[in-house]
């Protein structure tokens, strides 16, 4: 199908899902994701799948935890606020290796915070977010046409590795509608050895991650760890453009990168040798490849919607090789290019003048 | 449900009670539900749990009426009763075994 | 497992064998479970093994096991288990439920999960009928902890967070879950036993196998709470806590059936008064 059709972020996210076979929805609603919850509360009964809205975010994500411990293929979506209510139960289902995809359409934050787009939930995302030790892959779509793309990619290292993977996306790719192809993808159906589905002619299976006696629960952990590393050596994802002769390098991701190629195109044209590196896995974050990058260039740019996390993992890969410098906007706002333009400016030119100060140029309180 | 005891035809011995005593914790619920009063807890012997378990004292006045089992937490009891045709003629009915 | 050495002779007539009145539940692992002596947890767990056995369920059973001494539920029943996060139970067999239709779906929690931080999970799974059948144990303590009060501990009872004895102002009321419960109308059964003599776990039993065809017929949520006790949470001995269970709890937390839609010629009240639930049962 070569024909173009106008989708709304959410909704595609939602569908792409259904094309990939997703068994089950749970959510409960919240701006900005509420389509997505709609749009499965359509799909899912039409077509004999299980759709529910939970009590709240908590009753959600547990629902998922139960229908993945039988192997189902599972969706869930929330934003921010209800995010941090599955915390305990992405921790649960890390450690007990249940493979699930969680989207989350970042809003402005902390606390109940804006219903605007941001990039607020980054360190949530990337940092395991809720207690113990464990990751879960994380993937930034910065188009609906990738968002499209990711979701069925998604499913497929979850199930590959037994483990929830987050879509990180914000309200703005949420609510927008654009122009795509829609390229759904159906995936197959891998057989699993450790659902749960009554123990008929076989030992019971238990999952659990309790593992009271200490020697055990190190040996888990291992386990879990190994997994980790094998997933950074394999899922790493990422884009760049006009790196090659760059001098200064925005790193960026989601809106923040589509903001960043509009700069990057107007900084060109004013003789500025701008090039954008996109991360796509966040976790996995593209440490090496940034780190490659890194002698090449005179300083990098980091631009978030956010008062800056991916920053701090971008100084971690460069590891001091190159200034690294950093424009935000918060609470929902959204930078514009010319505002981004002024940013990789100061950051050539006046690299001791803190980019973010320009906040108050823009006519925002820093 | 009828059960083989080891060896012979007719075995001249059988008892009413059979009890897990490695699992017995020694908690005396069993004590308190029989009616009869025929368990006790055995003081001479600590099982691996660490506890006295329950032991059979008087097995001739045991009726086989299987409260100890029913209120058992850790289910160490078998409980066994005469074959119906080995009773004394109690019942009008025919043994249906 | 050693054999007591019987003190009865009987010459046995013809080649018959003595009948087993009682034996074991095969649902039941061999493990010794880790369950304080006289806990009424054994003996849930070994009703549920001989319901779930004696209905030919056990093959198709998926369960969810709660937070709480009963934690470890996997390790004595022979079932397909998934551990819940604590109060989540409910939610995660609604999961299960839901993907899997040809299973039969058990949740077993305590007070502290279900009536505590589970009382949303319950309550909804309650209200959209879902087809599981939920165990609650309830002996008003939080034993896995140390003895800590909960929702369901009885006023003036004395635990490690309500030293001086639980008193409403300070503490609130008992909730009465499974009344609350009752009174929505996706609860095909509710009903309250106990663990406290041969008689009254009879009649635990036939409510849980109740609760059981309930799930089977398609009627409805299920739950069968069961009163028990805590001997060493409470401080004090097995047959104590028993004595305590009968003269104090049974009175707060009436056995009985509260409800059960799903014969509706057999529909009754909600119990308002002990005497009228006693007579239910």
């Known amino acids: 199908m070569t024909e173009r059709v106008l989708m709304k972020g959410n909704e595609a996210i939602a569908e792409a899902a259904v094309a990939a076979g997703c068994d089950a929805y749970f959510g409960y609603p919240i701006t900005p994701q509420a389509e997505i919850l709609e749009w499965m509360a359509r799909r899912m009964p039409e077509l004999g799948r299980v759709f529910i809205q939970a009590e709240s975010e908590l009753g959600a994500i547990n629902m998922a935890l139960g229908a993945a411990a039988t192997g189902a293929r599972v969706l869930v979506s929330s934003s921010g606020p209800g995010i941090s209510l599955m915390a305990e139960a992405m921790s649960y289902m890390a450690a007990s290796e249940l493979p699930m995809v969680l989207v989350n359409v970042m809003r402005g934050g902390p606390g109940l915070g804006s219903i605007q787009p941001s990039q607020s939930d980054y360190f949530q995302a990337t940092k395991g977010h809720g207690h113990g030790d464990y990751h879960v892959p994380v993937l930034a779509p910065s188009s609906i046409a990738e968002a499209i793309e990711l979701v069925p990619t998604a499913f497929e290292i979850a199930e590959r590795y037994r483990t929830p993977v987050m879509i990180l996306t914000d309200g703005s790719l949420g609510q927008a509608m654009e122009p795509v192809v829609p390229r759904f993808r159906a995936l197959e159906r891998p057989t699993f050895d450790w659902t749960l589905s009554g123990a008929d002619g076989r030992p019971p299976r238990v999952v659990r991650s309790l593992h009271l006696k200490a020697e055990d629960l190190e040996a888990h952990n291992r386990v879990l760890q190994a997994k980790y590393h094998a997933i950074e050596g394999a899922e790493v994802r990422w884009a760049g453009e006009r790196l090659d002769d760059a001098e200064i390098a925005i790193v960026a991701y989601g809106t923040a990168a589509r903001v960043a190629t509009t700069a990057m195109a107007r900084a060109r044209s004013a003789g500025l040798r701008v090039g954008l590196f996109r991360p796509i896995s966040l976790w996995p974050f593209p440490s090496v490849a940034l780190r490659a990058l890194a002698p090449r260039l005179r300083a990098i740019l980091v631009v978030e919607l956010s008062a800056g996390q991916m920053v701090e993992d971008v100084r971690l890969a460069v590891e001091g090789g190159v200034p690294v410098h950093f424009y935000g906007r918060t609470g929902g706002m959204v930078p514009t290019p010319g505002e981004v333009v002024r940013a990789v400016e100061t950051a050539l030119f006046d690299p001791e003048v803190d980019p973010v100060s320009l906040v108050a140029l823009a006519g925002g309180t820093r | ?97 | 497992m050693t054999t007591e050495t019987p003190t009865r002779t009987t010459r046995l007539e013809s080649d018959e064998s003595p009948r087993i009145v009682y034996q074991r539940p095969e649902l039941l692992t061999d493990r010794s479970t880790h369950y304080c002596p006289g806990c009424g947890h054994g003996v849930v767990h070994r009703l549920i093994a001989e319901v779930l056995g004696e209905m030919g369920l056990g093959p198709r059973t998926i369960a969810v096991a709660p937070v709480g001494c009963a934690v470890f539920a996997y390790d004595y029943l022979g079932l397909d288990f998934c551990e819940a996060p604590h109060g989540r139970a409910p939610a995660v067999a609604t999961g299960i439920r839901r993907v899997r239709p040809e299973a039969f779906v058990l949740s077993y929690q305590g007070d502290g999960d279900m009536a505590a931080i589970g009382t949303a999970e319950i309550v909804h799974a309650a209200a959209r009928g879902e087809l599981i059948t939920a165990v609650f144990v309830n002996n008003g303590i939080y034993g896995m902890t140390g003895g800590q009060m909960a929702p369901t501990t009885l006023l003036g009872q004395k635990t490690t967070s309500s030293p001086g004895g639980r008193e409403a102002v300070l503490h609130g009321y008992p909730l009465p879950i499974t009344e609350m419960l009752a009174l929505i109308p996706g609860v095909a059964y509710a009903a309250r036993g106990s663990v406290l003599d041969p008689g009254t776990i009879g009649k635990t039993k036939a409510f849980l196998r109740r609760a059981c065809e309930v799930q089977l017929e398609g009627t409805g949520f299920g739950i069968v709470e069961v009163i028990s006790n805590c001997p060493v949470g409470w401080g004090m001995t097995p047959r104590q806590s028993m004595d305590w269970l009968r003269d104090n709890v049974a009175a707060v937390y009436p056995p009985g059936v509260i409800v059960d839609r799903g014969r509706p010629a057999l529909s009754l009240p909600v119990a308002s008064r002990p005497e009228a639930a006693a007579d239910d049962a």
């Open chain 2, 1 to 97: 449900m009828a059960i083989a005891l080891e060896g012979s035809v007719a075995p001249a011995t059988w008892a009413p009670l059979r009890i897990a005593t490695d699992r017995c914790k020694g908690c005396e619920l069993c004590l308190v539900a029989c009616t009869p009063g025929v368990l006790a807890l055995d003081t001479s012997v600590v099982n691996v749990l660490g506890y006295h378990p329950v032991r059979l004292i008087d097995a001739a006045a045991c009726t086989s009426c299987a409260r100890c089992a029913k209120v058992c937490p850790d289910a160490v009891f078998t409980v066994f009763a005469p074959p119906r045709a080995a009773r004394a003629p109690r019942h009008a009915k025919e043994p249906t075994r």
